[in-house]
Structure formats: C-alpha cells, structure tokens
C-alpha cells in the first residue's frame, strides 16, 4: 500500500488568493503582493506585466516595458525577489477588491496554467533563469519601440515565461525560449518594414 501521495503543487493564482486572506480589509501596494508570493513573486510580475502589454494600446503598452525591463535586470544579476522604485510603488489598492476580481476571473485565470507544472527540474538552475531573464529583457526593450506587432508577440513570449518560472516547468521554458525567438523575429521584421514605408514615404 503507498502512503506517500505525491502531493500536488498549488496553482499560482490559487496561492495569491491564499495570500491575499493575510490582507484583508487593508489597502495594499504592489510591493506588498509580490511580497506576499515569495519565490514565485518574479513569475507573477513577468505575467501581470506581459499581460498588460500584450492588450494594452500602442505607446500606452510601452510603457509596461518599464517595469519588465526592472525585474529581468534584477532576476539577471541574482536577486531573489524584485524590488519596486518607491516612485512606481505608491498607488494602493483594495486587497478584497483584488480578490474578488480574482474569484470572478479563476476559471479563466487557471486555464494560464492549466499545462504548467513542476517538470524538468535540471531546467529551474540559475543559467537557465538568469537566461530566461535576459529574453524577458530584450523582450521588453521590443516593447518599448511602438509600433505594430512590438507589444503583443513580446507580450506573450513574457506571460509564458512567467508561468513558467513561477510553475517550474521546464518543459514550458522551453516553449517559452522558442516562442520568444519567434516573437522577436516578428516584432523586428514588423519594424523594419515600417521604417522602410517612412523612408519610401519620404523620399
């Protein structure tokens, strides 16, 4: 008979909700979150900031290239968790309003990682997170040329990385690294065709 169950890993967004219990009722900043999530504060960053540039507008998305730029640089020399300006880290927010947006949206939030989970552990060593840190950073300086198809390729490439640092899956850091190949080929193909009408154009 085995009684030892592999037990299963939570999934992210259900250890933020747990988290998010420990600030009830209180306003909270975005430091204090990503605090809260430990050693999977930098996949929650990466996420929550590709999101945001893979929808958002042109120019308004290159802006969220900013703070990735921030947390790929400090995953890169070796930090632990990142760390947040005081200048960008003084909006506060509801915890409980956080969480209910959270409940509203889990079904669709775990389907992010509903193929994520801890596999091919030789791939979570520093080389290979401090490598995925460096396509996150030249992601995002992708990002921060506006322009077509400089956001949401990149975008995305960053969100899988993020689910994969914070799962632990290597075989989806894998993807991730061939996704993001792929992205910045589109992104800069996109932008020298640009730049190639502009100069047509003026001539």
């Known amino acids: 008979m085995n009684s030892a169950k592999s037990t299963k890993t939570p999934k992210l967004f ?24 430990g050693d999977r504060s930098f996949g929650l960053a990466f996420m929550l900031f590709g999101f ?26 070796g930090k632990v968790k990142p760390s947040i300006p005081h200048r960008f880290n003084q909006k506060k927010f509801s915890a409980d309003t956080i969480s209910l947006n959270i409940k509203k949206s889990l079904k669709w939030l775990n389907r ?13 060593q520093v080389i290979f997170i401090r490598l995925a840190a460096f396509f996150c950073l030249v992601l995002a300086f992708v990002i921060l040329i506006p322009g077509p198809f400089t956001n949401t390729p990149p975008g995305i490439a960053i969100v899988l990385f993020g689910c994969a640092l914070a ?25 020298v065709a640009l730049f190639s009408l502009i100069l047509t154009w003026m001539q």
Not at 52 to 77: D, K, N
Not at 112 to 124: H, M
Not at 168 to 188: P, Q
């Open 112 to 124: 992010l990682t509903l193929f994520a989970k801890p596999r091919l552990a030789f791939l979570n």
């Open 167 to 191: 799962e632990r899956d290597g075989v989806l850091l894998l993807i991730s690294f061939a996704l993001s190949l792929l992205a910045f080929f589109i992104s800069i193909t996109a932008i």
């Open 14 to 37: 259900e250890v933020l909700l747990h988290r998010l219990d420990y600030f009830a009722g209180q306003q909270i900043q975005l430091s204090d979150l990503l605090a809260a999530m």
């Open 52 to 77: 945001l540039a893979a929808v958002l507008p042109t120019v308004i998305c290159s802006i969220m290239s900013i703070p990735i730029i921030l947390f790929s640089a400090q995953l890169l020399i």
